[in-house]
């Protein structure tokens, strides 16, 4: 059931922002609208999300639901635009944002290409077929033939902060992860990169992409991959360029306009870059509501809204603070020396 409660009446035409989820990890992403000056219309499946409580307006449905969800806004009366919809969560919701901006005309990327993100063998084709460089794969179902390429990583097709992914070094380990886990009946096999690996985030706005920070991901040992800590700026920091140029591409080819994209990449002995993985996401490692913020001065998440709204920001940094004064940037222009060196150096540590 589908319940709306509205906190006042204002005769001034609203300005509206989508917030889609309104849990706890939610409220850096609610709190950055309102503070970018956008009536916050909330959507949960609880009436006690804490993102629910400081929302303008409230939508009790699960994020699921997306057409239901859509049926609502059509039956309102908003005195307003809704100019952006985002999401600070994953997968599912990520199909709903797609989902709410094509039926609302609000640049994202297409509703059609949600599962080129969702199902890892169609990103990984995707990639592919784009000149991504990314780990050679290939797929195991229980027909298939046994699996001869070890080591290699394991993982479902679908799936969220490494549930299931294992490394596999050899035929016994394969077949006893098969036995473990009797409800995956289709995996991605994909070549093992030994090295490090980095996270890049950054914003898409009308279709390009430019980067706010490289962090070197520390994990546990082999077989599992548990993040352990993101320290900024990055040991591969003079990569950048080539790094972002590889964000762009994604952009390109998944037809991103406007959305945050995160992606990890392992780069080999030989200084290889692979990507492993890309999501129109803030991700959930504190690197977009803490790190950034910290080292920049700057809030990603006010900045994703404006952009995606064009309202005054070409998507892009403004208020970015130095010691002494304040300077005025847009990251169409060539600034990134404050983002390919910055001052600061910042740990974050999962305890």
Excluded at 198 to 220: N, P, Q, R
Excluded at 268 to 287: C, M, Q, R, S, Y
Excluded at 291 to 298: D, F, G, S, V
Aim: hydrophobic share 40%; aromatic share 10%.
């Amino acid at each position: 059931m589908i319940s709306i409660f509205k906190k006042k009446f204002r005769k001034k035409q609203l300005k509206c922002f989508i917030s889609v989820g309104a849990g706890i990890n939610q409220l850096p992403l609610i709190i950055a609208g309102k503070e970018a000056g956008f009536h916050v219309i909330g959507i949960d499946q609880s009436t006690s999300s804490p993102g629910l409580q400081i929302s303008d307006i409230k939508i009790q449905e699960s994020i699921f639901n997306y057409e239901d969800i859509y049926k609502t806004f059509e039956e309102m009366l908003i005195d307003g635009k809704i100019h952006a919809v985002l999401t600070r969560s994953y997968g599912e919701a990520i199909r709903t944002t797609a989902f709410l901006c094509e039926k609302l005309f609000i640049d994202y990327f297409p509703y059609l290409r949600v599962d080129d993100f969702i199902n890892k063998k169609r990103m990984k084709t995707v990639f592919q077929q784009n000149n991504i460089p990314t780990p050679s794969f290939n797929t195991f179902t229980p027909k298939s033939k046994k699996n001869n390429n070890f080591p290699c990583i394991v993982k479902p097709f679908s799936g969220h902060a490494k549930l299931n992914v294992k490394l596999i070094n050899n035929e016994k380990e394969f077949k006893e992860y098969i036995k473990l886990n009797p409800e995956i009946d289709s995996l991605l096999i994909e070549e093992y990169i030994a090295g490090d690996e980095i996270i890049a985030l950054g914003l898409v706005s009308s279709g390009k992409f430019s980067m706010y920070s490289l962090s070197d991901k520390e994990h546990t040992p082999p077989p599992y991959f548990v993040d352990v800590k993101h320290v900024s700026p990055s040991k591969f920091q003079d990569r950048w360029d080539e790094i972002e140029d590889i964000g762009q591409k994604i952009a390109q080819a998944f037809e991103i306009t406007s959305s945050p994209l995160l992606f990890e990449i392992r780069i080999d002995k030989n200084g290889k870059l692979f990507v492993i993985e890309a999501a129109p996401e803030f991700g959930g490692e504190h690197i977009a509501d803490i790190m950034i913020p910290e080292m920049l001065k700057t809030n990603i998440m006010k900045n994703a809204i404006k952009s995606m709204a064009d309202a005054n920001c070409s998507g892009n940094l403004n208020d970015v603070k130095n010691d002494n004064h304040t300077h005025f940037i847009k990251l169409t222009n060539l600034l990134f020396s404050r983002f390919k060196n910055p001052s600061k150096h910042v740990v974050i540590k999962y305890i």
